[in-house]
C-alpha cells in the first residue's frame, strides 16, 4: 500500500512540475511583453490644506503668504517612446489668478519638475506620481483700501499630453440595402 502512495505521490508531483513549466513559457504575441495603461485623467491639481490659511490679519507692512499646489499625474503619459516627441517641453505650468497683483504680490506662474522625475500611471505605478509646486509672496496691507479683502485664488495647470485613442467602428456591409441597418 506504501508503494502505491510513493508511486502517485510521485506521478502527481510530475504532473504538477509539467504544468508550472508549461506556465513559464513566454509566448510571442500574448501581450505578456507590454502591459497597456489607461487612464480617463491627465493632471489633477488641488491646493494643499492651510496653504494659504483662510484668513489672513494685516494691519500694517506686508504679511508673507504661502500658497501649496499639490500636482497629481493620474494618466498614461508619459510613457517610454513618448518624451522623444515632447523633447522641448520641460513640464506643466500652474498659473494663479483671482487676486490684485498690487494687494499679494506672487509670481503669478511656477513650472512643476520635468516630465523624467513625474511619471504618468503604469503597471508597475497604478497610481501615478505626486508632487507640489509652492508659491510665496507678499499681503501689502498699506494697499488694501476695504476693511475686507476676500480675494478667490484660482489655479490653472497648463500642460502637454499623449494619448491614444481607440475609436468604435462600425462598417455597414450592406450600405445600399433598403433597411436602416444601426450596428
Request: charge should be negative.
Amino acid at each position: 500500500m506504501k508503494k502505491n502512495v510513493k508511486i502517485f505521490s510521485g506521478i502527481l508531483f510530475a504532473f504538477l512540475l509539467i504544468i508550472s513549466a508549461a506556465g513559464c513559457i513566454k509566448k510571442s504575441g500574448s501581450g505578456a511583453e507590454y502591459v497597456d495603461t489607461t487612464g480617463t485623467r491627465g493632471l489633477a491639481i488641488t491646493f494643499i490644506k492651510n496653504y494659504p490659511t483662510d484668513n489672513y490679519m494685516v494691519s500694517q507692512g506686508e504679511e508673507p503668504i504661502t500658497i501649496m499646489i499639490g500636482v497629481e499625474n493620474k494618466g498614461a503619459f508619459p510613457r517610454e517612446g513618448d518624451l522623444s516627441k515632447w523633447s522641448d517641453v520641460k513640464g506643466a505650468e500652474i498659473k494663479l489668478s483671482g487676486f490684485d497683483s498690487n494687494i499679494i504680490s506672487i509670481l503669478p506662474s511656477k513650472k512643476i519638475p520635468n516630465w523624467n522625475s513625474f511619471p504618468g500611471a503604469s503597471y508597475v505605478n497604478p497610481e501615478g506620481s505626486f508632487d507640489t509646486a509652492e508659491f510665496t509672496g507678499n499681503i501689502h496691507a498699506d494697499k488694501v483700501k476695504v476693511d475686507k479683502y476676500e480675494p478667490t485664488i484660482l489655479a490653472t495647470i497648463c500642460y502637454p499630453y499623449s494619448t491614444k485613442a481607440s475609436p468604435a467602428v462600425c462598417i455597414d456591409p450592406h450600405p445600399f440595402d433598403e433597411q436602416n441597418n444601426v450596428c
